[in-house]
């Protein structure tokens, strides 16, 4: 059995006012949830702000992305030692908007991943693809190759300890969701991707979605077969509607 796991990817919104009413609000409202794993990625700057909030609920945080890099002369960056210090658990790593936006690839990705990984953070790998990319029926190609960029530099087993997150770029911040079926379709590629090289690895392995997820939409997309929870932008950042999400797992 996999547990859901519903993430609130908050992109680069709030401050720490606003962050102090949001988790307040998933607080109060958490008991409701009864499936399924909380989790919130604040901005770097808010972790330490969350990490006092959430002490002592079952509620985790993680980071938005992570440095390639342990230690170091990297301006900027910050290493996935430092987030586990702080308590995160999770690390999402290979964001569509890192990738077109900042140019990361599926190599650089990859290495992310490792490092998030040998920190004894749990990455969430997001793959995805463009909109041209869906209407050029290559999808799985595409699904295909961003995965295999941690497979070839790891080997499989690492997702024994990893969550995928596939998110559609088509469908992020737009409003347009796949349907059920369609994200069905690519979970079940990812699924059968990896079992062909462990089936283990393969019925183990949480897969979330992402792409305009909602409180009307969520419950029959967590309803198929291989959905096994969500990666929430927009409505994360409503306590109420990110609850909703996490109680649509309940049944
Ligand atoms: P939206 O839920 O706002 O479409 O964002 C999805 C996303 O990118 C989560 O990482």
Redesign the pocket.
Known sequence: MRQPLV?G?W?MNGSSGSVTALVEGIKAGIDAVTAAEMTV?PPYVYIPQVATMLAGTAISFGA?DVSDQEAGAYTGEVAPGMLFDVGCKYA?VG???RRSIYGESDEFTARKFAAAQNAGLVPIL?VGELLEEREQGITEQVVERQLDAVINLEGVGVFGTAVI?Y?PVW?????K?ATPDQAQEVHAFIRARLAGLDQAIADGVQILY?????PGNAAELLAMQDIDG???????LKPDDFLAIGKAANN
Request: charged share 10%.
């Open positions: 993430a990817n992109k990625c938005q999402i964001h569509s908007e997001c997150a998110e469908a992020i911040g737009t409003g969701t992402g792409g305009s997820m909602n969500g990666l929430i932008g927009g409505a994360s």
